[in-house]
C-alpha cells in the first residue's frame, strides 16, 4: 500500500495513525472492511466469436474493447423462463457468484403486459403467475446476498397494473403503494 493510500484508508477508517508505526504495523490494527465485487457472468458466445472474428481480421483495438465489455460485472437478466427455470438459473448464478466471492445483479423482467408499446413481448399473463415466477427467483437466491433490479424497463405509459384477469374493482386506486 502506497503511503498516500495508507494515510487516505486511516483517515476514512477513522483515526489517526501513530507516526511511529509504519504502513504495515498500522495496517494490521486497521479494521479490513469487506467490499465485495460484483459479479460478471459468463459472456455471451456470440461476443466470443465477435471477438475471435475481430482478432482475425485484424481489428485488434475493437477486440479489445468487445473484451473490455464482456469482462465488465453486468446484470444477468430473466424474463420468460418458467418458474421453475428462473429458480435453477438464479441459483446457478448465485452459486458462481460465491464462488468467485462477488454479488450478482438481477434484472428480472416478467410483469404482466410488459408489452405496452409494441417493443418487448410476452411477459407473465396475470400477478398470480408473476408472483410466483418472482417467488422463484427469491427461493433460487436463497440466504445468498444479491442485487435486484425489477422490471428496469417498466415503461411509465403503462397502466398502473397491467393484470388484465384481475377486476378493475379489486385493482389499488392509483398512487397506492405496493
Do not use: H
Not at 477513522?14 to 507516526?19: E, K
Amino acid at each position: 500500500m502506497t503511503a498516500w493510500a495508507f494515510a487516505l484508508s486511516a483517515l476514512v477508517l477513522g483515526g489517526p495513525v501513530a507516526a511511529a508505526d509504519g504502513p504495515a504495523e498500522a495496517a494490521a490494527r486497521t479494521p479490513r472492511l469487506y467490499t465485495p465485487r460484483l459479479y460478471t457472468p459468463e459472456p455471451n458466445p456470440d461476443a466470443l466469436r465477435q471477438i475471435l472474428d475481430l482478432a482475425k481480421a485484424g481489428q485488434y483495438r475493437d477486440a479489445a474493447r468487445v473484451t473490455a465489455m464482456v469482462a465488465t460485472p453486468q446484470a444477468v437478466w430473466f424474463g420468460d423462463q418458467s418458474p421453475q427455470e428462473v429458480e435453477k438459473l438464479a441459483r446457478d448464478v448465485v452459486r458462481d457468484a460465491s464462488r468467485a466471492d462477488a454479488v450478482p445483479v438481477f434484472a428480472l423482467y416478467d410483469i404482466p403486459g410488459r408489452d405496452c408499446s409494441n417493443y418487448s413481448a410476452g411477459g407473465a399473463a396475470n400477478t398470480a403467475e408473476y408472483q410466483a415466477w418472482i417467488d422463484a427467483v427469491a427461493r433460487g437466491i436463497g440466504t445468498r446476498d444479491a442485487l435486484v433490479i425489477l422490471e428496469p424497463a417498466r415503461s411509465p405509459c403503462c397502466p398502473r397494473t397491467a393484470d388484465r384477469t384481475t377486476p378493475r374493482a379489486r385493482r389499488p386506486p392509483p398512487g397506492t403503494p405496493r
